[in-house]
């Protein structure tokens, strides 16, 4: 695999609402190692992406542990029964479950990719892709 070679996957995940049955949700997961930082995740039904988040890899990892983040992210491993899970709650509102294992599996693969400690942001195009975004 080259250095700049985007890795996917879709995983299957549970959106636990407050009240209410448990809905199924494909996710297609992606890592581009330019943004080393960060795994996209679209949350889709029936073809349409529905909404799209960009999750700190790390704190994925280290939610796997025990409870990270704040504020609009939150991630915490849950163990019910046989079914080891991570669960990730967005803006305090919406909280999704994905199997640990599923999520492990991918995340591996983008440490293969770029190992931690050795992530790299060119700042230069960084910036210039913002300002050109912006000027749209």
Known sequence: MTADAVLRDKVFM???PQTGQEIPVLAHMRYDPRDPYAVTVEFTHGGWVYAE???DRGMLRDGMRG???EGDVRVWPQVDGPREEL???LMRSAVFTVRTRSL???LDRTYGAVPA????VELDEFLAEILSSGSR
């Open 14 to 16: 549970r959106l636990l």
């Open 53 to 55: 988040w960009r999750l």
């Open 67 to 69: 409870e990270v983040g």
């Open 87 to 89: 669960c990730i709650e």
């Open 104 to 106: 492990l599996r991918f």
């Open 117 to 120: 400690g050795e992530e790299h």
